[in-house]
């Protein structure tokens, strides 16, 4: 395993087509290109392995949330949830576990529509601590005439959970 709790590939010699010492100091290695293949192919297996782990503690944080404040969930596609509370209007919710974009909210509005519920709104919902001001803006003038916003998981816990 390496530092990051990954698997580490493994490479034999025959995979270096060359070594060198530079100024005595570190080796070198070069990789033939199907073992830089193989590294690359490790590394992104590993990175969507994460991104699905996240998206995963998103959705089940929110639902867990729901759960809590009496919403009935049904789960959508796209890894989305449908929400409907007494008193409340119906809501789709699209958990990213990057920044959120513009495809996101039309995603999110897709669903929505979709939904076929007269009064649903939806809700882009993002983990990200720093999020880019110019960007926000953007989002917030496309969900400006639609009933769309883009909430941070942690509001929506304290909205439905205080």
Not at 136 to 156: H, K, M, N, Q, Y
Request: proline content about 4%.
């Amino acid at each position: 395993m390496g530092r990051a709790g990954l698997a580490r590939a493994t490479m034999s010699q025959a995979h270096v087509l060359h070594s060198n010492r530079c100024a005595g100091l570190r080796l070198i290695h070069l990789l033939t290109d199907d073992a830089l293949a193989r590294v690359l192919d490790e590394v992104e297996l590993q990175a969507a392995r994460q991104l699905r782990r996240r998206r995963e503690q998103l959705l089940g944080s929110l639902s867990d949330f729901l759960f809590r404040a009496g919403a009935r969930r049904s789960p959508l596609e796209g890894w989305a949830l449908l929400a409907e509370r007494d008193g409340h209007p119906a809501k789709v919710y699209l958990v990213t576990p990057r920044a959120p974009s513009a495809r996101d909210l039309r995603a999110v509005d897709g669903l929505r529509e979709q939904s076929g519920i007269a009064d649903c709104v939806g809700a882009v919902v993002h983990d990200v601590a720093d999020r880019d001001a110019e960007r926000a803006a953007l989002l917030g003038w496309i969900a400006d005439t639609r009933p769309l916003t883009v909430e941070a998981l942690t509001e929506i816990g304290e909205e439905l959970v205080p």
